[in-house]
């Protein structure tokens, strides 16, 4: 079982800065892929960045290259996402989701635990 915990999340302008950060718990979260999604009001949710268990490879959703970066740290079972020019379309709950397979995945589906989100925006 793994638990995660997300924070950071608040109102923050246009062309600003956030770090989102993922606490997780459970002896086998090193292992898992991590992802961070998001959702706004009427849309589905949809990925925003994965890192794979080692945290070697990561992929980004077209619309946030070059803006936001993830990252883990295995011995503090913490999961990042770096978010930098802010625009006020990123205005979101985000959540930070692990995949039991180990490998990075975009798709919901592929993930087997979820955190309760935490509110991103961005005002303009």
């Known amino acids: 079982q793994v638990q995660l915990v997300e924070s950071g999340g608040t109102l923050v302008e246009a062309g600003g800065s956030l770090r989102l950060s993922c606490a997780a718990s459970?002896?086998?979260?090193?292992?898992?892929?991590m992802g961070w999604f998001r959702q706004a009001p009427g849309k589905e949710r949809e990925c925003v960045a994965g890192?794979?268990?080692?945290?070697?490879?990561?992929t980004y959703a077209e619309f946030v290259k070059g803006r936001f970066t993830i990252s883990r740290d295995h011995a503090k079972n913490m999961v990042y996402l770096q978010m930098n020019s802010l625009i006020p379309e990123d205005t979101a709950v985000y959540y930070c989701?692990?995949?039991?397979?180990?490998?990075?995945?975009?798709?919901?589906?592929?993930?087997?635990?979820w955190g309760q989100g935490t509110q991103v925006t961005v005002s303009s």
């Open positions: 989701a692990a995949a039991r397979t180990g490998s990075m995945a975009v798709a919901p589906r592929a993930y087997d635990y």
């Open positions: 459970g002896r086998v979260f090193s292992s898992y892929a």
């Open positions: 890192i794979s268990w080692r945290g070697r490879s990561t």
